[in-house]
Nanobody, 115 residues
């Protein structure tokens, strides 16, 4: 199943950091938008951060200044550096890839931030 979260999920104390990575399939010759979404218990899935093919980024207000999204086009991989984590960041994080004609979702990875 692609894209796949390669690493980064886990448990961390408030104030800590985690780095998520997600790799697309080699069959994805063209990738437009890559993004990270998350879904907390009892809440709807929401956009955390996204990055376009040209490098334009956007972030949810709740993570601005703390999270950084980046991509490696050669590796077809998107990263999410999460710093100063808060308990409110606890959620299942999902990788998203849009090739311009199809959209794909990763398997999701649990991030748990304790206070």
């Amino acid at each position: 199943q692609w894209p796949q979260v390669e690493s980064g999920g886990g448990a961390v104390q408030a104030g800590g950091s985690l780095r998520l990575s997600c790799a697309g399939s080699d069959t994805m010759s063209k990738i437009n938008t890559m993004a990270w979404y998350r879904q907390a218990l009892g809440k709807q899935r929401e956009l955390v951060a996204g990055v376009g093919s040209g490098g334009t980024t956007n972030y949810a207000d709740s993570v601005k200044g703390r999270f950084t999204i980046s991509r490696d086009n050669a590796k077809k991989t998107v990263y999410l550096q999460m710093n100063s984590l808060k308990p409110e960041d606890t959620a299942v994080y999902y990788c998203y890839v849009n090739t311009g004609r199809l959209a794909y979702w990763g398997q999701g990875t649990q991030v748990a931030v304790s206070s």
